[in-house]
């Protein structure tokens, strides 16, 4: 803290709010956060989007999801680019807001760390606010709403232009969702390759569904040389930092020795943790594993237990092999009701894979491809 900042500190709100910082910087987080709190409620827009990231993330004050949306709310108001785009992340993400009766000074949740679903509207509201004041972020998640959001909010064209200006800015994010876009209308070697460059550049700074989408690409050559070697790298990185298909692809890759050195345990293992974080093919090749048996001997019990978890999670072909052995399968209790139950299903749940399969991988979302 500089002697100026010491002499004004008890009268100025932003040497407060600096000397707070200053404070949590140094690891006195409770006191940084008692400095912040007076300068917030003195008028510090900086303060108040600060106290708004303590309540957040639990930094000298018990983590309270409410207050986090309350100061934050106060700061955006105001004109904070920081707090608008971290408003539209929270009802991006599902934040759980009740309709208020007071002023905004009494805008709490009805309870904290209450989830719900994602609030696209108010989401886009504060978005374009933040991508409109510069911030390179906010323009990324614009583009993502945009993009993933209800059908009445979707413009294709729009979401492209905000992610250019925050790939520009230097925003990894905005990069990785221009190479997504570019690569939804690609229909030239030219345009994959464009596409492809945008996503290395996201996967560079570590955005895991970047690392698993360039993967993929360098396993069949879209935009980039084929190079099965390094594709399994790729979706090792990803899978390291629990993005679920990449961890499933990573699996398959070794089972079948597919540019990697073939190491069936290991990658049974993968497979194990793609299908645990709920990854219904991963299930459903475990099932398939067990129940064909080859290097070790079938295990139906054990296949019927996989291909169990794989059909309740939607996976059509799964529910059919799963029928199979209910009928037909000597090492399992038999059960008419249950195969009967899962032919009816298969049917329906093809249509939910198809349609799980289009999905958008979300810029914003952790670890959850």
Same mark, same amino acid.
């Given at each position: 803290?500089?002697?100026?900042?010491?002499?004004?500190?008890?009268?100025?709100?932003?040497?407060?709010?600096?000397?707070?910082?200053?404070?949590?910087?140094?690891?006195?987080?409770?006191?940084?956060?008692?400095?912040?709190?007076?300068?917030?409620?003195?008028?510090?827009?900086?303060?108040?989007?600060?106290?708004?990231?303590?309540?957040?993330?639990?930094?000298?004050?018990?983590?309270?999801?409410?207050?986090?949306?309350?100061?934050?709310?106060?700061?955006?108001?105001?004109?904070?680019?920081?707090?608008?785009?971290?408003?539209?992340?929270?009802?991006?993400?599902?934040?759980?807001?009740?309709?208020?009766?007071?002023?905004?000074?009494?805008?709490?949740?009805?309870?904290?760390?209450?989830?719900?679903?994602?609030?696209?509207?108010?989401?886009?509201?504060?978005?374009?606010?933040?991508?409109?004041?510069?911030?390179?972020?906010?323009?990324?998640?614009?583009?993502?709403?945009?993009?993933?959001?209800?059908?009445?909010?979707?413009?294709?064209?729009?979401?492209?232009?905000?992610?250019?200006?925050?790939?520009?800015?230097?925003?990894?994010?905005?990069?990785?969702?221009?190479?997504?876009?570019?690569?939804?209308?690609?229909?030239?070697?030219?345009?994959?390759?464009?596409?492809?460059?945008?996503?290395?550049?996201?996967?560079?700074?570590?955005?895991?569904?970047?690392?698993?989408?360039?993967?993929?690409?360098?396993?069949?050559?879209?935009?980039?040389?084929?190079?099965?070697?390094?594709?399994?790298?790729?979706?090792?990185?990803?899978?390291?930092?629990?993005?679920?298909?990449?961890?499933?692809?990573?699996?398959?890759?070794?089972?079948?020795?597919?540019?990697?050195?073939?190491?069936?345990?290991?990658?049974?293992?993968?497979?194990?943790?793609?299908?645990?974080?709920?990854?219904?093919?991963?299930?459903?090749?475990?099932?398939?594993?067990?129940?064909?048996?080859?290097?070790?001997?079938?295990?139906?019990?054990?296949?019927?237990?996989?291909?169990?978890?794989?059909?309740?999670?939607?996976?059509?072909?799964?529910?059919?092999?799963?029928?199979? =052995?209910? =009928?037909?399968?000597?090492?399992?209790?038999?059960?008419?009701?249950?195969?009967?139950?899962?032919?009816?299903?298969?049917?329906?749940?093809?249509?939910?894979?198809?349609?799980?399969?289009?999905?958008?991988?979300?810029?914003?979302?952790?670890?959850?491809?």
């Amino acid at each position: 803290m500089s002697f100026v900042d010491q002499l004004t500190a008890p009268l100025s709100s932003s040497a407060r709010a600096r000397h707070g910082v200053k404070l949590l910087e140094s690891g006195r987080t409770a006191q940084g956060f008692r400095h912040l709190a007076r300068a917030a409620r003195s008028g510090s827009i900086d303060a108040q989007y600060r106290v708004g990231q303590c309540y957040l993330e639990g930094v000298g004050v018990p983590q309270a999801t409410g207050e986090a949306v309350r100061w934050f709310e106060r700061a955006a108001e105001a004109g904070s680019a920081e707090a608008q785009f971290y408003l539209a992340l929270l009802y991006v993400r599902g934040v759980s807001v009740p309709k208020q009766s007071g002023g905004g000074a009494k805008a709490l949740f009805v309870s904290d760390d209450q989830s719900g679903g994602s609030d696209f509207a108010t989401a886009l509201k504060w978005a374009r606010r933040a991508a409109e004041s510069g911030s390179a972020e906010g323009q990324a998640l614009l583009g993502y709403i945009l993009t993933s959001g209800p059908d009445a909010l979707r413009d294709p064209a729009e979401a492209e232009r905000w992610y250019q200006r925050s790939a520009d800015a230097g925003c990894p994010q905005g990069s990785f969702g221009l190479g997504v876009s570019i690569l939804r209308r690609a229909q030239d070697e030219r345009t994959q390759t464009e596409a492809a460059h945008h996503i290395a550049k996201a996967s560079e700074a570590g955005i895991p569904t970047a690392l698993y989408l360039l993967g993929a690409l360098t396993e069949f050559g879209m935009g980039v040389p084929r190079d099965l070697p390094a594709a399994v790298e790729l979706y090792r990185k990803a899978a390291d930092k629990g993005v679920r298909i990449a961890q499933r692809r990573l699996g398959l890759a070794l089972i079948n020795g597919h540019g990697v050195k073939r190491n069936m345990v290991e990658g049974e293992t993968w497979l194990r943790r793609a299908a645990l974080a709920g990854d219904a093919e991963a299930a459903a090749h475990i099932g398939i594993l067990y129940a064909r048996g080859g290097e070790l001997p079938p295990n139906y019990v054990e296949a019927a237990t996989w291909l169990e978890r794989a059909a309740e999670g939607g996976h059509a072909a799964a529910a059919r092999t799963l029928a199979q =052995l209910y =009928l037909f399968c000597t090492r399992i209790a038999r059960d008419q009701g249950l195969a009967t139950l899962c032919l009816q299903c298969a049917p329906e749940l093809a249509i939910t894979s198809s349609q799980a399969d289009s999905s958008h991988m979300g810029l914003f979302e952790e670890g959850k491809s």
